[in-house]
């Protein structure tokens, strides 16, 4: 079992940037894949950004690839999400997840833990 708590969500012009970042529970952090994940209103939730146990392999959407930087460190058991030059269509709550595939995966079924989310709202 796993907890996950995200913060650092917030109001931002367009252009800006954030930093979320994913408090987790747990002895074992290391072991599990992460995810960061977003949903807009009236829309599905949406595949943003994997991480492996280690931090060594990370892979993204292709939209975000270039502005988004996902990481890890394992001893403090959290996640970040490094989200630059945002734009409106960024808005959306952003949750992490967690699943027991080591490597992670893109696909929202294989997470069985997720957090409560956090809202990032860009202004034009």
């Known amino acids: 079992q796993v907890q996950l708590v995200e913060s650092g969500g917030g109001l931002v012009q367009a252009g800006g940037s954030l930093r979320l970042s994913c408090a987790a529970s747990?002895?074992?952090?290391?072991?599990?894949?992460m995810g960061w994940f977003r949903q807009a209103p009236g829309k599905e939730r949406e595949f943003v950004a994997g991480?492996?146990?280690?931090?060594?392999?990370?892979y993204y959407t292709g939209s975000m690839k270039g502005r988004f930087t996902i990481s890890r460190d394992n001893a403090k058991n959290t996640v970040y999400l490094q989200m630059n030059s945002l734009q409106p269509l960024d808005t959306a709550v952003y949750y992490c997840?967690?699943?027991?595939?080591?490597?992670?995966?893109?696909?929202?079924?294989?997470?069985?833990?997720w957090g409560q989310g956090t809202q990032v709202t860009v202004s034009s």
């Open positions: 997840a967690a699943t027991t595939y080591y490597g992670g995966s893109r696909i929202l079924s294989e997470y069985p833990y």
């Open positions: 747990g002895r074992t952090f290391s072991t599990y894949g």
């Open positions: 991480i492996s146990g280690s931090g060594g392999i990370t």
